[in-house]
């Protein structure tokens, strides 16, 4: 079997999606798959990666992907062409199922699953209803309220409201009212905390905004709450659970906990600090705490369609113990050493079996969407 792994992207998280991607290259099982690597630029095109590429991030541990924008190695897609859908030069690049490692917008969105649809071909992970919705924060939390799960209280605002003078005041002076100070300020569909902040007083909450705007048009202000973070690793098809393909059931590990040295876990604890926060895994919960986060992670994962691989993070109030769902991670961060693999792995899923795990997962979601009737 052939697997295509995407990586790069246009998103903030260009650069997370290379290291993810390495993790995999580096662990996926090389006598049982054959890899095509396909780098994504910033701007967007697709460049299938040299030869060599593969035995360089292998044989060098300091190594990450990159992508090589050279014009005869630019791949177009074509659509309802399966395992040929990918074109390079006048040549098609075999891939039986996909791997996209890419984060962010214009990858982790729907999109590029929407674009794979298009052109038959099974992938790992959500599917492009599931990753729109999930990449919209406010949008996730209305369907999680929807299904009476816990959120944490929240007010949006949106760039017409940030460029009329007179709608700006209502919603800042709505937030500090009803939400209070300390507040969250987060674009609504970006991750990784990119352009997310934490403001203390009506002048940083401002200076929030302009900062959160740079990343989306739309920007998520939340009540901040004193809290624990636990994130929770889930896999399965929340649409299709067949006992006998156990791959296909919603199954969440062994949640972990964040214990960061900032403010709060910003992009630079996750990826710049290297003592930015502590990774407790098994988290500092009792048995019936531990069975009710995953019993949540599986609600949440199910109450949006989701499939392949999530992280659903929590907030644990420290105050008086209240459980939120704060978001879920359709694409989460890959590495060996990041969460969602080391919680899998700490429920007895190694790092290499969970990529085979999620390959078999896509072919069998891929299988079923085939079993569907097109035409009367």
Known sequence: MTVAILYGGKSS??????????????????????????????????FKAPDDELNRVITNEKATLRVYEEDENLVTLCPAQGMNAFICGSKSLRADVVFPVVHGQFCEDGTLQGLLDICDIPYVGCGCMASGVTMDKEKTKAVWHDAGLPVVPYIVMTRTDLGDSKKYDVVFEKAIKELGLPLFVKPCNAGSSVGASKATSPKEFSMAFLDAFNYDNKVLIEKA?????????????????????????????????IIPSHTFYDYDAKYNDPDGAALKIPANLNEAEIKNIQDLAVKAYR????????????????????????????????????????????????????????LDEAVAKYKFKMQLLTTK
């Open 303 to 358: 109450a949006v369609d989701a499939s392949g691989l999530s992280r659903v993070d929590f907030f644990i109030d420290k105050d008086d113990g209240t459980i939120y769902l704060n978001e879920i991670n359709t694409l989460p961060g890959f590495t060996p050493i990041s969460m969602f693999p080391k919680m899998c792995e700490a429920s007895g899923l190694k790092y290499a079996d969970c990529i085979e795990y999620l």
């Open 13 to 46: 998280e260009h650069e997370v999606s290379l290291v993810s991607a390495t993790g995999v290259v580096r662990n996926i099982n090389r006598e049982k798959y054959n890899v095509v690597l396909i780098g994504i630029s910033r701007d967007g095109r697709w």
């Open 225 to 257: 709450v004193n809290a624990r973070e636990i994130e929770c690793s889930v896999t399965g098809i929340s649409t299709c659970e067949v006992e006998d393909q156990p791959c296909s059931l919603c199954k969440a590990y062994i949640p972990g906990e």
